[in-house]
């Protein structure tokens, strides 16, 4: 008798007809397989095997280089279901349409059947998820950025408890691309992009769209954060999980060497884009990353900003859209000061300075987590590690002050649903713009996203002991148009202030928006900053808090009679606190 997963692939088999089907095993000769294939299709180059080695440089289609939340679909059988935020289409529909996409599109190819963990092996958190592709560059992440191959057969067995996803790169042509979530079915179709998230379905496409209804269903949260854990001098370790939007400084703030290092405090990697995370024994609740590896922004990242990930990319990497010198090394905008001569541009062609950034601002590195010096023992922990803070922020020039706490779990699910941020280069579309990014979860919510609060109120009620709820803003500006906060390293400071707002210590100011620091209460010695910064970062201006509150009530107005009670409240609450505020304070 076939197996569930057997019937599936023969299946897809027979739709898309393969020349060949590899099932992966996730060993070193199939990867190195998988590499040799790429780099005989011209679109992959090995790197300098000295100071890179098993390092490669892939350059993906031109027209498919970031997430293209336009042709991404929630496929729920009510168009309620999949909310004002989603694109929606009927899930019969949208296969028939897709289907006749998929018809014969892995014809010359070979189909890889790449079944996958989400999570350490060992956790009963952790999920099984097979994808079928025809891209050995997506096969070959997917090793890195999962448990691939026997590990996750082994863990399956006959069972037909996996997500299937199905993939691949048909034409590659924009008008063709889609990538549709059936939610009841928990089922993945991808077709036309090579790249990223579009591609590589165990991250968001399961990760978090798949998983963030299952989690729903079942009780549990599955959300766009890293998990970092801060050890203070005793040698404890707190736990904290971060929502940023895309390319907002997930990776950064999870790898980073802390500036109070010296002091004691030390900052060690548990995930840097997702958390998985239930209520535990304990009444905490407890996070896994469900991911074995990193896909980082390259730009911006060097030996200041990043040492440790500059340390771990230094072999088992593949690189995608950045540029390369004359040495065969990967090269980026912001690696360091100078652009070497001779370097070829993400498309492989000579650059020179006036063609514009070498490196495609959305180019990644894939690496395998445990290559970083960060990384903490209990990444792979089977009961995850307990949360004792969430923090939410994205990139606001103006308006957000660097730090703020809410008064309790209610206010920040409100604070969280009503989070802001400048747009990138992650996804396709216009960068810079301000939109509106509950939880950083607007492209990744699998659900109405009403809903999706009304769940986070109910698991406020499930959790004894909930975690903390702060904001950041590590992107404010002064006139000048330059960051007032230096970010990265010195966002321990931060972190450290949270931990004494735990354990009871530190001072806060009272503030319409929430808790504040005193000036006093951050840890600024060492720091080049003045004292007028340090009050700019940390100024609340009401008329302006008045106005972001209007742009929320338009906001929460497209979500009718579904938005839950409690955030209505909170926003009624915030508004008559604003209204308190005498004119002309800050
Ligand atoms: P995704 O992988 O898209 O989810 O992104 P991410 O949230 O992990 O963001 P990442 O840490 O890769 O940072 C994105 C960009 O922001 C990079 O160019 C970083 O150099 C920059 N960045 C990260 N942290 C900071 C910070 O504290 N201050 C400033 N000014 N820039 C930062
Ligand atoms: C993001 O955009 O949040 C990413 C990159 O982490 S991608 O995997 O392409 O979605
Ligand atoms: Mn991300």
């Known amino acids: 008798m076939a197996t569930p997963l057997e019937q599936w692939v023969e299946s897809v088999a027979h739709m898309t007809r393969p020349a060949a089907i590899q099932w992966c095993d996730g060993s070193e000769a199939e990867a190195a397989g998988m590499i040799e294939k790429l780099v005989q299709e011209g679109r992959t180059v090995p790197l300098n095997n000295k100071t890179y080695p098993n390092c490669y440089l892939h350059r993906s289609d031109p027209t498919d280089v970031a997430r293209t939340e336009k042709v991404t679909f929630i496929c729920t059988r009510d168009r309620e279901n999949a909310g004002p935020t989603n694109n929606w289409m009927a899930p019969a529909e949208t296969k028939q349409m897709m289907g006749r996409l998929f018809e014969g599109s892995m014809k010359d190819r070979t189909m890889y059947?790449?079944?996958y963990i989400m999570g350490p092996t060992a956790s009963p958190q952790s999920r099984i998820g097979v994808e079928l592709t025809d891209s050995p560059y997506v096969a070959a992440s997917m090793r890195i950025m999962?448990?691939?191959?026997?590990?996750?057969?082994?863990?399956?067995g006959?069972?037909?408890?996996?997500?299937?996803?199905?993939?691949?790169?048909?034409?590659?042509?924009?008008?063709?691309?889609?990538?549709a979530h059936f939610q009841e079915e928990k089922l993945i179709w991808s077709i036309g992009s090579g790249y990223g998230g579009n591609a590589l379905l165990g991250k968001k496409c399961f990760a978090l769209r798949i998983a963030s209804w299952m989690a729903r269903e079942q009780g549990w949260m599955a959300e766009h954060m890293l998990i970092l854990g801060l050890e203070s001098p005793s040698g404890k370790v707190t736990y904290m999980a971060a929502a940023f939007p895309s390319a907002c400084g997930k990776t950064n703030l999870a790898m980073m060497v802390s500036a109070l290092e010296n002091q004691g405090y030390r900052v060690w990697t548990i995930?840097?884009?997702?958390?998985?995370?239930?209520v535990g024994a304990d009444g905490y609740l407890h996070a896994i990353n469900p991911e074995a590896g990193f896909f980082g922004v390259a730009p911006g990242t060097n030996e200041k900003t990043n040492p440790n990930v500059m340390q771990a990319l230094r072999k088992n990497t593949i690189f995608t859209n950045t540029a390369m010198t004359a040495k065969a090394e990967p090269w980026w905008e912001g690696m360091d000061d100078n652009p070497p001569a001779d370097m070829l541009d993400w498309q492989g062609r000579a650059w020179a300075s006036s063609m514009g950034p070498a490196a495609q601002p959305n180019s990644r590195y894939t690496v395998p987590a445990t290559q970083s010096r960060s990384i903490s023992s209990r990444w792979e922990d089977p009961a995850g590690v307990p949360i004792s803070a969430f923090i939410f922020g994205g990139r606001r020039a103006r308006l957000a002050p660097l730090v703020y706490e809410a008064m309790d779990w209610q206010?920040?699910?409100?604070?969280?649903?009503?989070?802001?941020?400048?747009?990138?280069?992650?996804?396709?579309?216009?960068?810079?713009?301000?939109?509106?990014?509950?939880?950083?979860?607007?492209?990744?919510?699998?659900?109405?996203?009403?809903?999706?609060?009304?769940?986070?109120?109910?698991?406020?009620?499930k959790i004894p002991h909930p975690p903390k709820v702060f904001h950041v803003n590590w992107f404010r500006t002064g006139d000048d148009g330059k960051f007032l906060w230096p970010g990265y390293g010195e966002n321990v400071r931060v972190l450290k202030w949270m931990l004494e707002r735990i354990e009871g210590k530190a001072a806060a100011n009272?503030?319409?928006?929430?808790?504040?620091?005193?000036p006093e209460s951050l840890t600024l010695d060492g720091l080049r900053v003045t004292r007028k910064t340090i009050e700019d970062l940390l100024s609340v201006d009401p008329a302006a808090w008045m106005k972001?509150?209007?742009?929320?009530?338009?906001?929460?107005?497209g979500f009718g009679d579904r938005l839950p009670a409690g955030i209505r409240d909170e926003h009624r609450r915030l508004g008559e606190r604003l209204q308190r505020v005498p004119a002309g304070t800050k």
């Open 113 to 115: 059947v790449v079944p």
């Open 146 to 156: 999962s448990r691939m191959g026997k590990v996750a057969l082994d863990r399956l």
């Open 158 to 179: 006959s069972s037909s408890d996996f997500v299937p996803g199905l993939h691949s790169l048909g034409d590659l042509s924009p008008d063709r691309r889609f990538i």
């Open 271 to 278: 995930g840097d884009d997702i958390a998985w995370m239930q």
């Open 411 to 461: 206010h920040g699910v409100y604070v969280g649903a009503t989070m802001a941020s400048e747009t990138t280069a992650a996804a396709t579309g216009a960068v810079g713009v301000t939109r509106r990014d509950p939880m950083a979860m607007l492209p990744f919510c699998g659900y109405n996203m009403a809903d999706y609060f009304g769940h986070w109120l109910e698991m406020g009620r």
């Open 510 to 518: 009272e503030t319409p928006i929430g808790l504040l620091p005193t």
């Open 548 to 557: 972001e509150h209007a742009d929320v009530t338009n906001f929460f107005n």
